[in-house]
């Protein structure tokens, strides 16, 4: 009796094998949404603390890129390891067997949230979600969009019930920021932290 009442008691997961060997590898994907300088931003700083990055953009994000930033397609591409079209199924991001910490979304707009809250996988941005998911790996999309709608906020809460992590960018004042800079990349690092690295961030009771 003892042991069947041992046996029903709730135990503590063991990491998986996989996870336990998982590379300091991460997906990065960036979709149309405004706010491209956040995908940018998270290449930059897994580049400072040497972590393998495989990037994907949408035609959108593309085309936003144009918009807001100065940088081409091309310098955005060689802030990764590798990088990969959109249209690119068989890259192996589509893959459950590549090893990876998770992916990144960063901004993620709605249509690729719902993508992702859908299951259809119908660019290659939205399949390696998909495998992330599926996995049991991380998924943190940093949605961009204001105001939300019902449908919205339905996709935010299909994806959290799948096992992604929401996270808006929002700004935090308390590190007294004096460039947007300053924002942009206290929000990413907040991110990247969520994958487990050890960014540089400004903590709440901590002194520099």
């Known amino acids: ?39 940018i931003e998270a290449l930059r700083q897994l580049r400072e603390l040497g972590a393998e990055t495989h990037l994907v953009m949408s035609k959108s ?3 936003t890129l144009s918009h807001e930033c100065e940088l081409g397609y091309a310098e955005v591409c060689a802030l990764a390891s590798r990088h990969y079209q959109n249209n690119d199924i068989g890259a192996v991001i589509a893959s459950g067997t590549f090893r990876t910490r998770g992916m990144l979304v960063a901004p993620c707009s709605i ?8 299951g259809v996988t119908g660019s290659l941005l939205s399949r390696a979600a998909d495998v992330v998911l599926k996995e049991r790996r991380r998924l943190v999309l940093m949605v961009r969009e204001t105001p939300l709608h019902a449908g919205h906020l339905q ?19 308390y590190p007294k920021p004096e ?26 009771g901590e002194e520099e």
Do not use: C
């Open 1 to 39: 009796m003892k042991d069947v009442q041992q046996s029903l008691e709730p135990r503590a997961l063991e990491p998986r094998a996989s996870e336990a060997r998982a590379p300091e590898r991460l997906i990065v994907g960036i979709s149309g949404a405004s706010g491209i300088v956040y995908g």
């Open 179 to 204: 460039h947007i800079d300053d924002i942009v990349r206290q929000s990413v690092g907040r991110a990247l932290e969520l994958f487990g690295f050890e960014a540089k961030i400004h903590r709440w």
């Open 61 to 63: 994000a593309i085309l």
């Open 111 to 118: 249509r690729s949230l719902s993508e992702i809250a859908t």
């Open 155 to 173: 996709s935010m809460l299909n994806v959290t019930q799948m096992g992604a992590i929401v996270a808006p960018p929002v700004p935090a004042f």
